[in-house]
C-alpha cells in the first residue's frame, strides 16, 4: 500500500515552500512543519511517521537542522512491512553518516535484513550499507555480505559486490576473505554482476598485494578471454550503445588490466594481443569506442615495455588531437605528457598537431599544448619550435601572452646553441610582449649581454632598432636604457658591427633621445625612470657635448615627489656640476657579472648539479618534477622557482652585482655576524664612518670620507679633499673598491700553504652529534682547501647508516670522499671522519658557504638534521 495514498501532506508542504517569496517566508512554513513533526514524533503518532520521515528528508536536503529525526529513521527500520523499511533505508542514508554514533543501533537490524526472505528488503539494507558502513560496522556483517556474493539473484549479487567494496576500503584486512568470491563474479554471464566483480578485484588489487599476486596468478588468462569476446562479440541490443558492446565493461575490464600488468612483464606480455586487437578494431567516430581507445592507450602505458604498443597507443592519441571534440583533444594532451617520459621520439612525430593545438580558441588546450611544447623541446628542435611559437607570440590573446612568453623564455635560456641566438630570440619577446616578461627574465638577459663581449656593439643597436618600434614594452625599454648607458659609445661609433649586420647611423643627441623619452613617458614606472637617470649619468661622461641637456634633464627631476627618483637627480646634478674630473671613474662600465649565479634560478630552468658523497652530479630532465631519490637538489634552494636570481631585495644582489664581498669578517668561533643594512647603500658602497685603514689610491681615500651620519651630498662636496682616510667598521675586511681597478685592495687574503695553519671550527652541534671541521691547503694551489669532517655522537645509542651530505654555490667545486664508517659509535668512544675538497673560484673575494644534510639510523628510527655554515676561517 502506498503510504502517500491517504493524504498530500507532503505535497502541501512542498508546495507552500514554492510558494514563498522570501527566504523569511520558508523559513516560517519550515518551523511550522518542524513543530509538527516534533509534536508527532512525542506522540508516537505511527500512522504518519513514514510521512513525517519524508517530509523531514525535503527539509534536510533544503539545509535546515534535521537531527532530531534520526531515531525516527531506526523505528522505520526496525518495521516489518517493505513501504517503512524502504523510507527508513533513505531517510538513514541521508540524514546520518558513518561519523554518529547513533548508527551503532541500526547495526543489527541490517543484519536481519541481510538474512530476510525478500530479496528487495536485502537489496535495501546491502544499498544503506554500502553507503554508510563503518568501520565496526564492516568487521560486524563482512560474513553476511561474502555470503550475499553467491545469492541466487544477481541484482543482490552486484549489491553485495558494491557493498564488499566500501568493507574492504574501510577495513583492507577483510580482503582476503573476498579473494575467491571475487574470483568467482569474474565468471558471471550477467554484465552489470560482471562489472561489479571487475570493479571489486580492481579495488581489491590496489589495497592488498596479496590480492593483486592471487588475481595476476588465477584470473589473468580469464579476463583476456573475457575482454576478447566481449570485443568479437555480435550484436547484442541490451548492451548496445552506438554500435560497441558494453563500452562500460570494456573499461572496467582494461582498467583491471592496467593494474594487474603494472610491474609484472608475465602479465604484461599476456594481455598484449588483445590490447592491440582493441586498439586496432575498436571504432573512433563514436564517443563509445573514444572511450575504450583512450583507456586502453592508458593500459598500454602502465604496463611493462612493448615500444611496438606503445608506438600504436601514441598514434591513436594523435588522431585525437585531430578530433573536433575538445574533450578528446584535452585528454590526448593530458596523457601525451605522460607518454613524453616513454617513448618521446613517438611523441616528437606529432609535433605538428600539438602546435596547433597551441593555437586553439579553447584556453584550457591552449595551456595544456603548451605545456606539452614545453616537454617536446630538445637542442636539436629548439630553433623551429621557438620560431613558431614567437610568430603565434605575435597573434596570441592577451590573457595568453603571459604563460607563453614564460615557455618561450624559460626554453631560450635552457636550449639556447649559443648567445646570439639567445639575445636575439629574447629581443623578440621582448618586443613583442615586454609587459609580460618577469622581471628575472630580463635581469638575466643583461647579465648574458654583459658576459658576450663581442656582442655588445650588436646588441646595443639591436635594442635600439627595436624600441624603435615597440616603444610601449617597458622591459624592452628598460634592457635598452641599460645598454644605452653602459655601451652608448659603442652605438654612435659604430663598434663591433658583424657581418651580417646592417650599418646604421646613430648621433650622440639621438642617444640622449632614447632615454629622454623613456623617462618622460607617463606610463614608465619608478624602476624605469631610476635606470633612465644612472643611464643619463653615465652618457653625460661618454658624450661631453651633450653633457649640460643630460644635466638639464636629470634637474627637471631635483624636485621630484617621489624621495627615490629626488635623491638621485640631487646626487647625479653635484656629479656632473661639481666633480667632472672623478665622474668619469664613478661612472665606468659594469663590471662582467657571473652568468652561472644568474641564469639558473629561473621558473622552469635546469636545476643546478650538486655533488654527492659518491662523487656523481644530480640533474633534472626537462619539465620533469622534483623526484624524491634525489633530496640534494632542494639543498641550497637553487632551483626554487619562487626566488629570483637578481632581486634587488635580495641579501646578495650588490655584492654578486659589483663582485666583491661585502659580508663582515667572521671571528674564530663564527659566532658575530654584522648584517649591513639596505636603508642607506649610497653610504655602504662610499664606506662612510669607519675606522681609519691604508689605502693605495687617492680615488679610494677621497670615496672613503671618515665623515659618519653626512649626507652623501656632504660627502661628493669632500671627494676634492685628497687627505681624507679611508676606513671599514670591520678591523679585518677589506675596503670594497668602487670604483672596480682603480685602487688595491689593501686587505687582499694571501694565499698559504700547508705550513699555514687554520683554527679548526664547530660547523654543526644539535642534542645528539657535533660536527668539527678542520682545514688545510696544498701547496701552490691557494683556491683549494681540503676540509676534515669529525663527527662525534653525544648520545648513549649508536647512529647506524650514517650519511653526510653537503651542497655549495656555483662559485664552489665541492668534492666528497667516502666516510670512514657508517656506523657511530655512542657517547663519544669513537668518530667517523671524512674529507671534503673545495675549490673557490672567488678566492679572495667570497668566502666559503656550505649547506648540510646528516642522516642516520638510531633505535630502528631515520633522523635528518640540516644546517648551514657560514663561520668559515675568511681567506679559505
Not at 420 to 437: H, R, T
Request: proline share 4%; with cysteine.
Amino acid at each position: 500500500m502506498n503510504p502517500f495514498s491517504s493524504g498530500t501532506r507532503l505535497r502541501d508542504m512542498i508546495r507552500a515552500i514554492r510558494a514563498c517569496k522570501t527566504a523569511a517566508e520558508e523559513r516560517a512554513v519550515v518551523r511550522k512543519e518542524c513543530a509538527a513533526i516534533r509534536a508527532a514524533i512525542s506522540e508516537s503518532d505511527q500512522d504518519y511517521r513514514h510521512r513525517n520521515l519524508a517530509k523531514l528528508m525535503f527539509i534536510h536536503m533544503l539545509g535546515y537542522p534535521t537531527h532530531f529525526g534520526q531515531m525516527e529513521c531506526l523505528k522505520l527500520i526496525a518495521h516489518s512491512g517493505f513501504p517503512e523499511k524502504r523510507i527508513g533505508y533513505l531517510g538513514l542514508m541521508l540524514l546520518l553518516d558513518e561519523r554518529q554514533e547513533v548508527l551503532m543501533l541500526v547495526t543489527n537490524s541490517i543484519k536481519q535484513d541481510l538474512n530476510h526472505t525478500n530479496q528487495y528488503i536485502v537489496g535495501l539494507a546491502l544499498c544503506a550499507l554500502g553507503n554508510i558502513c563503518s568501520a565496526e560496522m564492516a568487521r560486524d556483517l563482512a560474513p553476511e555480505v561474502e555470503r550475499l556474493l553467491q545469492f541466487r539473484d544477481p541484482n543482490i549479487r552486484k549489491k553485495a559486490a558494491l557493498c564488499s567494496i566500501r568493507i574492504i576500503k574501510k577495513v583492507p584486512e577483510l580482503a582476503e576473505n573476498f579473494m575467491n568470491p571475487a574470483a568467482a563474479l569474474l565468471k558471471e554471464k550477467h554484465h552489470g554482476v560482471l562489472v561489479t566483480g571487475v570493479q571489486l578485484c580492481t579495488d581489491m588489487c590496489k589495497i592488498s598485494t596479496e590480492a593483486l599476486e592471487y588475481f595476476r596468478t588465477k584470473c589473468i588468462d580469464g579476463l583476456v578471454k573475457l575482454l576478447k569476446d566481449l570485443s568479437n562479440s555480435p550484436y547484442a541490443p541490451e548492451y548496445d550503445v552506438s554500435g560497441i558492446t558494453d563500452p562500460f565493461l570494456h573499461v572496467r575490464l582494461l582498467k583491471l588490466l592496467s593494474v594487474l600488468g603494472q610491474g609484472d612483464v608475465d602479465t604484461s606480455d599476456a594481455m598484449n594481443d588483445i590490447l592491440a586487437q582493441v586498439a586496432t578494431k575498436t571504432e573512433s567516430n563514436k564517443n563509445a569506442g573514444n572511450a575504450i581507445l583512450y583507456e586502453c592507450v592508458a593500459t598500454i602505458m602502465s604496463i611493462e615495455d612493448n615500444s611496438g604498443l606503445r608506438v600504436l597507443a601514441i598514434n591513436i592519441l594523435g588522431r585525437f588531437l585531430s578530433s573536433r571534440d575538445n574533450n578528446i583533444r584535452y585528454v590526448a594532451l593530458n596523457m601525451l605528457m605522460k607518454a613524453i617520459s616513454l617513448d618521446s621520439q613517438a611523441v616528437q612525430r606529432h609535433r605538428a598537431t600539438i602546435l596547433e593545438c597551441v593555437k586553439d580558441s579553447d584556453a584550457s588546450i591552449r595551456k595544456r599544448a603548451l605545456e606539452l611544447v614545453y616537454l617536446l623541446v630538445n637542442e636539436s628542435n629548439v630553433k623551429s619550435l621557438t620560431k613558431d611559437l614567437i610568430d603565434y607570440l605575435e597573434i596570441s590573446d592577451p590573457e595568453f601572452k603571459g604563460d607563453l612568453t614564460s615557455k618561450i623564455c624559460s626554453i631560450v635560456e635552457k636550449f639556447s646553441p649559443e648567445k646570439i641566438w639567445y639575445i636575439d630570440q629574447m629581443l623578440k619577446v621582448l618586443s613583442e610582449a615586454g609587459n609580460f616578461v618577469k622581471d628575472e627574465v630580463w635581469h638575466s638577459l643583461i647579465v648574458v649581454i654583459t658576459n658576450a663581449s663581442n656582442l655588445h656593439g650588436y646588441s646595443v643597436r639591436s635594442l635600439y632598432k627595436a624600441v624603435q618600434t615597440a616603444s610601449e614594452q617597458e622591459t624592452l625599454i628598460r634592457v635598452t636604457v641599460w645598454c644605452i648607458g653602459e655601451y652608448g659609445e659603442m652605438l654612435v661609433h659604430n663598434s663591433g658591427v658583424l657581418d651580417m649586420e646592417d650599418p646604421i647611423t646613430v648621433t650622440e643627441a639621438d642617444a640622449v633621445d632614447i632615454v629622454e623619452t623613456a623617462i618622460g613617458r607617463r606610463s614608465s614606472d619608478l624602476t624605469t625612470q631610476a635606470m633612465c637617470l644612472i643611464s643619463l649619468l653615465k652618457l653625460s661622461s661618454h658624450f661631453p657635448s651633450c653633457s649640460k641637456r643630460i644635466n638639464d634633464i636629470i634637474s627637471q627631476y631635483k624636485g621630484c615627489l617621489v624621495l627615490e627618483l629626488q635623491q638621485r637627480a640631487m646626487e647625479f646634478n653635484s656629479l656632473i656640476e661639481k666633480h667632472s674630473k672623478i665622474r668619469s671613474s664613478l661612472v665606468e662600465r659594469m663590471p662582467v657579472l657571473d652568468e652561472a649565479t644568474y641564469s639558473g634560478r629561473r621558473a622552469g630552468s635546469v636545476p643546478p648539479a650538486v655533488s654527492t658523497s659518491q662523487g656523481a652530479a644530480l640533474k633534472l630532465p626537462n619539465g620533469v618534477a622534483k623526484p624524491t631519490s634525489a633530496p640534494l637538489i632542494d639543498l641550497l634552494d637553487l632551483s626554487s622557482d619562487d626566488i629570483p636570481a637578481a632581486s634587488p631585495s635580495d641579501g646578495n644582489f650588490l655584492q654578486d652585482l659589483l663582485g666583491v664581498d661585502l659580508s663582515p669578517a667572521s671571528s674564530q668561533q663564527g659566532t658575530n655576524q654584522i648584517q649591513k643594512s639596505g636603508t642607506d647603500l649610497l653610504l655602504d658602497l662610499l664606506s662612510i664612518g669607519t675606522p681609519p685603514a691604508q689605502s693605495s689610491s687617492p680615488a679610494l681615500d677621497i670615496l672613503s670620507s671618515g665623515q659618519n651620519g653626512k649626507s652623501s651630498l656632504d660627502v661628493l662636496d669632500k671627494l676634492a679633499s685628497p687627505s681624507a682616510q679611508a676606513s671599514s667598521p670591520l678591523g679585518s675586511s677589506s675596503v670594497m673598491n668602487l670604483l672596480d681597478g682603480f685602487g688595491s685592495n689593501p686587505s687582499a687574503p694571501v694565499a698559504k700553504g700547508n705550513d699555514s695553519t687554520y683554527p679548526s671550527i664547530v660547523a654543526f652541534e644539535s642534542s645528539s652529534l657535533k660536527a668539527t671541521f678542520s682545514f688545510s691547503k696544498e701547496s701552490g694551489n691557494p683556491q683549494t682547501t681540503v676540509i676534515e669532517a669529525q663527527f662525534i655522537n653525544k648520545l648513549p645509542n649508536v647512529f647506524s647508516n650514517f650519511i653526510f651530505q653537503a651542497a655549495v654555490p656555483k662559485f664552489l667545486q665541492l668534492q666528497l670522499e667516502p666516510a670512514s664508517s657508517v656506523t657511530l659509535p655512542a657517547s663519544g668512544n669513537g668518530s667517523i671522519t671524512q674529507k671534503l675538497r673545495v675549490s673557490n673560484s672567488q678566492h679572495g673575494k667570497k668566502s666559503l658557504i656550505m649547506r648540510i644534510r646528516i642522516s642516520y639510523k638510531v633505535n630502528d628510527k631515520d633522523i635528518l638534521e640540516e644546517g648551514q655554515i657560514n663561520n668559515f676561517p675568511r681567506d679559505l
